[in-house]
């Protein structure tokens, strides 16, 4: 069996910038569908394949973290 490469340690640093990057992926997504089904949020969560729960709670988060948020 390969010996376990002890030198190796994970890149955090890169690894929040992916996390963060993914995030904003979602966000962008998320508030893209809305507003290609004029704010629909039932139409939205089809689109989307996530539930109206989830999609309250994320669009809940993104108010608190900027408030320009119109939905």
Do not use: C
Request: aromatic share 2%; glycine share 2%; proline share 4%.
């Amino acid at each position: 069996m390969p010996e376990a490469d002890s030198d190796h340690e994970p890149d955090t640093e890169n690894s929040d910038s992916s996390s963060q990057d993914i995030k904003t992926l979602e966000r962008n997504h998320i508030l893209e569908t809305l507003a290609a089904v004029n704010g629909s949020r039932k139409l939205a969560v089809k689109k989307l394949g996530i539930s109206e729960r989830t999609l309250r709670y994320k669009l809940q988060q993104y108010r608190l973290m900027n408030n320009n948020i119109p939905i």
